[in-house]
């Protein structure tokens, strides 16, 4: 049986998915599993135990092209998450098992569909995403946390980019799309903070990251030498390399915290409290803490005209310090913090 894993999307999203690819191959070993991934993700998973092969779209193909690529011999097709085009797309192409949630007006185009509703937040990502498997006719029961897959050259390479540092250390990534972040002025005072405890400090980020953060630095009083600044610097690959060979990641909730988890390195996350941004669905699976202001879980956030506002301040540099510090130091479960 050939399936392929629908979810071409984000780095935290996909590797969210990975669940899914190890459930299947746990109950179908003879499947063949294939991940409709997106091109800028599509590097994480490579070398996965449990994947098959990887394709790639851009978002920017044309209908006949997406129905041509799923005309390539897939017996049945899990939507992680229901994108339209692409739904109609395996549907034009006849594909014969097509499972998708059943509560769009699209949800027609799948055969199989799964009603349950995403936006209760009662689970993790991760669960509902197995969950899907259930339109195979398939119980997972337990889900396992994703893992990613560093080649020892791989690894190797990132060891010698923090040859020479301090430890333990930490990568501090100070971006991410889809949540609030804290500011860019705390994430450069953490940098100082954690050199005066000394911690060795990396910063990573794309470039655009990069440029927003340094329109914040402050000239007169440039970083100590020893903090390594490899901001739009490093391929998706090297960046996981540099997460794996580090004692610490302290991210927003974005896609680096979970290929740290991936990767077996603690987390210190910083959560708006939105509650599409809840931990019980995005925390990442592994080791450290999530650390949330301790206010009421909201809608959306509503900035100055909030009586919270701006309750991210209220992760302090010194607090988030100190739990860095303790992370780095200390292997333990992830668990979530309010502050």
């Known amino acids: 049986m050939n399936v392929l894993l629908v979810r071409p999307d984000g780095i935290g999203d996909e590797i969210l ?51 041509a690529l799923f005309r390539r011999a897939i017996d049945a097709v899990v939507f992680l998450k229901p994108f339209k085009r692409l739904m109609w797309a395996a549907f034009l192409a006849r594909v014969p098992i097509r499972v998708a949630t059943g509560y769009r007006w699209y ?24 969950g899907m498997l259930a339109g195979l006719g398939l119980q997972p029961g337990i889900v396992s946390p994703p893992s990613l897959v560093l080649t020892d050259e791989e690894r ?5 980019r923090l040859h020479g540092m301090p430890t333990p250390r930490v990568v501090l990534h100070p ?8 500011r860019v002025e705390h994430y450069h005072s953490l940098v100082r903070e954690l ?15 990069a440029d927003m953060f340094n329109q914040h630095m402050n000239s007169d009083a440039p970083f100590p030498a020893s903090v390594l600044n490899l901001m739009g610097q490093l391929s998706l690959r090297e960046l996981m390399a540099v997460i794996a060979v ?3 990641v302290v991210s927003g909730a974005t896609g680096p915290a979970h290929i740290a988890a991936a990767c077996g390195v603690p987390n210190v996350s910083l959560f708006d409290p939105r509650r599409n941004n809840l931990p019980t669905r995005w925390q990442p699976l592994g080791k450290g803490l999530v650390l949330r202001p301790d206010v009421p879980t909201c809608e959306k956030c509503i ?13 302090t540099v010194e607090t988030v310090a100190h739990h860095v510090v303790q992370v780095a130091g200390e292997s333990f479960p992830l668990r979530v913090l309010h502050v």
């Open 246 to 248: 580090s004692h610490a």
């Open 107 to 130: 949800s027609v185009l799948a055969n199989r569909r799964v009603y349950e509703h995403r936006k209760d937040f009662s689970k993790h990502e991760t669960a509902y995403n197995v």
């Open 303 to 315: 900035y100055e005209a909030c009586p919270y506002w701006d309750c991210l301040d209220r992760l």
């Open 156 to 160: 190797a390479r990132g060891q010698e």
């Open 175 to 182: 971006g991410g799309l889809a949540a609030r972040r804290w």
């Open 17 to 67: 998915c990975l669940p899914v690819a190890s459930a299947l191959r746990r109950l179908l070993p003879e499947a063949r599993i294939t991940f409709l991934s997106s091109e800028y993700a599509a590097p994480l998973l490579a070398h996965h135990p449990d994947l098959d092969e990887v394709w790639m779209i851009t978002g920017r193909e044309p209908l006949r092209e997406l129905v």
């Open 195 to 209: 050199h005066r405890k000394s911690v060795g400090v990396v910063l990573t980020g794309g470039q655009a990251e």
